[in-house]
Each structure stands twice: as structure tokens, then as C-alpha cells.
């Protein structure tokens, strides 16, 4: 199977930063990367697919990038509400759907 | 709106067995494959299971395979994960997940969840 990983795992941030996530698959996933957003106790949403195509409703401050095994996510403002757990998820090699560990964004 | 009500969950003793339901609505159920996504207690996503749309092909981690089945309905919208042998490792919040396209891809939307607790 596949393995994702997502660095850091953890960030602390401010209101109106410019955050970047990246995610690294273990073998080349082309673009097929997904990105979600989960808030406490609620279930994951997603964001972007295709490793940069935004979900339709999702702010245009999120963005994704990459291909092959190394991608990103970017807020490029990063607001109040944005604050969550966000992962990364293959479908390239299916199934398992692996998804990468998680990246806390919190207040600094 | 497209919309999907996991139940089914609840407190149950180890080696005992529990059935999750999905239930589906404002789309085409049977036009669509489906997963099972659990979050254990303050831990990550875990990928569980998956059935194709019309059923005949499914897909299970190694860490329930023997002891969870999947299953759907499609004249009544419904996913289910038959969950036995449970074990503590198994307790986690369950999320039913629809597949954005029809057939392995990401996934868009998911449930609220349902909470499975397997404690004596």
C-alpha cells in the first residue's frame, strides 16, 4: 500500500499568515491527492481534489499544488475559522485510500 | 442536498458485534461506490472498508478483514458495516463516505459519524 506523509504535524499560526502543509507519498500518485479539513468533532471536508482543483464553496485563500509524490496545500491568508486538522488522502492505488497522518493548524 | 445519517453505534463488549447503517439521500445511491472511514479517540483517519456500486466487489483493511463485512441496500440507499469480534482498537468514531464520482476516487460528502465504544 502506499504511504502518506505529511510534515509538520503540528504548526502554530496567526490570523492573516500564509500557512503551507506538505504531504509525500511513498510512490508516485500522479495528481490523484485530495486534501481535507476537519474541525473538532466534526466530520472531514473536503477541499481540494486533483491535487489543485478547489472544491466548489472552498475560499480561494486555500490552494494546492504538486505531482507525482510531493504536494502541498497553502492558505495564503490563514482566518479564524481556518484553524483545524487537515490531511491528505491518495486514490491513485486503490483500494486502500491512504490518507497521511494529519497536520494540526492551532493559534500561536 | 446530498446527505448521508450513519447510526448504528453505541457501547458493546469486547468479542461482541454491532451493524452500522448509512443512510443515503439527494443523489443516486446505486450509481455510486461507498467507504467506511473510522477515527479512533484523538488519532487520524483510518481507511476501513469499501463496496463497489452495484455491490459485487469489496475491499477491507487487514485490521478488520474476517471480522467486518460491508454491504448495500440500493433499493433502500442504505450502506452497512457488520462489525464482529470487536475488539478496544475498534472503537472509534465511524464516517460513511461517498465517492465524489461514482468509482474510486476522493471522497465528498460524509456523514456526521457515529461513535462505536467497545469497553466491558
Known amino acids: 500500500a502506499i504511504r502518506m506523509t505529511q510534515s509538520p504535524s503540528s504548526l502554530s499560526a496567526s490570523t492573516g499568515d500564509r500557512v503551507t502543509i506538505t504531504c509525500r507519498a511513498s510512490?508516485?500518485?500522479?495528481?490523484?491527492l485530495a486534501w481535507y479539513q476537519q474541525k473538532p468533532g466534526k466530520a472531514p471536508k473536503l477541499l481540494i481534489y486533483a491535487a489543485s482543483t478547489l472544491q466548489s464553496g472552498v475560499p480561494s485563500r486555500f490552494s494546492g499544488s504538486g505531482s507525482g509524490t510531493d504536494f502541498t496545500l497553502t492558505i495564503s491568508c490563514l482566518q479564524s475559522e481556518d484553524f483545524a486538522t487537515y490531511y491528505c488522502?491518495?486514490?491513485?492505488?486503490?483500494?486502500?485510500?491512504?490518507f497521511g497522518p494529519g497536520t494540526k493548524v492551532d493559534i500561536k | 442536498e446530498v446527505q448521508l445519517v450513519e447510526s448504528g453505534g453505541g457501547l458493546v463488549q469486547p468479542g461482541g458485534s454491532l451493524r452500522l447503517s448509512c443512510a443515503a439521500s439527494g443523489f443516486t445511491f446505486s450509481s455510486y461506490a461507498m467507504h467506511w472511514v473510522r477515527q479512533a479517540p484523538g488519532k487520524g483517519l483510518e481507511y476501513v472498508s469499501a463496496?463497489?456500486?452495484?455491490?459485487?466487489?469489496?475491499y477491507y483493511a487487514n485490521s478488520v478483514k474476517g471480522r467486518f463485512t460491508i454491504s448495500r441496500d440500493n433499493s433502500k440507499s442504505t450502506l452497512y458495516l457488520q462489525m464482529g469480534s470487536l475488539r478496544a482498537e475498534d472503537t472509534a468514531v465511524y464516517y460513511c463516505?461517498?465517492?465524489?464520482?461514482?468509482?474510486?476516487?476522493?471522497?465528498?460528502?460524509w456523514g456526521q459519524g457515529t461513535l462505536v465504544t467497545v469497553s466491558s
Open positions: 510512490q508516485g500518485i500522479s495528481s490523484s
Open positions: 488522502q491518495q486514490y491513485y492505488s486503490y483500494p486502500p485510500f491512504t
Open positions: 463516505a461517498r465517492d465524489a464520482l461514482g468509482a474510486y476516487n476522493w471522497f465528498d460528502p
Open positions: 463496496i463497489s456500486s452495484n455491490g459485487d466487489n469489496t
